[in-house]
């Protein structure tokens, strides 16, 4: 489920960042989570009226959104997966279902 996921996104990442000779050291797992929250508001505030959009339509600031708000999903399963934490069962604990992803 969260774990074949998260596998797919770490070999995804582990190729990307040995391609372009990125070190993922501790601090690049949480910093590339706020980079990607940090692009994920930038759209957000376009499509809100907050930020200006550059001649882009709703349409394409939706998809820009879903872009970012998938960049955001892999890295907190990359971080996950670097500091081995149980994701599932912290949802289960924290939300109360367990995720059938």
């Given amino acids: 489920m969260l774990g074949g996921l ?4 770490e070999a995804a990442s582990d190729g990307y ?3 372009h000779g990125i070190e993922r050291d501790p601090d690049w797992f949480v910093l590339k989570m706020q980079e990607e929250l940090g692009e994920l508001t930038q759209v957000w505030n376009k499509l ?3 930020g200006r959009t550059h001649g882009k339509s709703e349409l394409d ?5 879903a872009d970012e708000t998938a ?4 890295h ?7 500091h ?4 599932a069962s912290a949802i289960e604990r924290k939300w109360r279902f367990q995720p059938s992803l």
């Fill in 6 to 9: 998260s596998s797919q996104f």
């Fill in 17 to 19: 960042a040995t391609e």
């Fill in 48 to 50: 809100s009226g907050r």
């Fill in 61 to 65: 600031l939706k998809s820009q959104m």
């Fill in 71 to 74: 960049d955001l999903l892999g």
């Fill in 76 to 82: 907190v399963l990359l971080f996950a997966h670097h």
């Fill in 84 to 87: 081995k934490l149980d994701l």
